[in-house]
């Protein structure tokens, strides 16, 4: 964990760690606090609106956003957002592996 205080606490990735992966052309992104105190802030910062605000151009497709209460996670289905998936793509990041670290830079909302 950041050596950060609680109060300085700027970007998602001050608070949680994520994990992605991929079907077809659907990324799969996980997003996990390393505090149970802070799901709460994580559930109001990101929601499918937001991320699909802050990237319009690369999730064009719908998100689903499931909620793991007992986990304190968040786990995001994000379709049509990976160019037509891994035989498809001529993406460099045809897996969407880097989704994940986009979230995790997004500002935490006050």
Sequence with gaps: MTSRRRNQRTIVRDIAHARAGDKGNTSNINVWTYDADDYGLLKRTLTPERIKREFPNLFRGE????????????????????????????????????????????????
Excluded at 83 to 105: F, P, R, T
């Design 63 to 110: 998100i689903e956003r499931y909620e793991i209460d007992h986990l304190h996670g968040l786990n995001f289905v994000l379709h049509d957002a990976l160019e037509g998936g891994v035989n498809a793509s001529l993406n460099l990041d045809s897996h969407g592996k880097s989704w994940s670290y986009l979230i995790l830079g997004m500002a935490l909302d006050p």
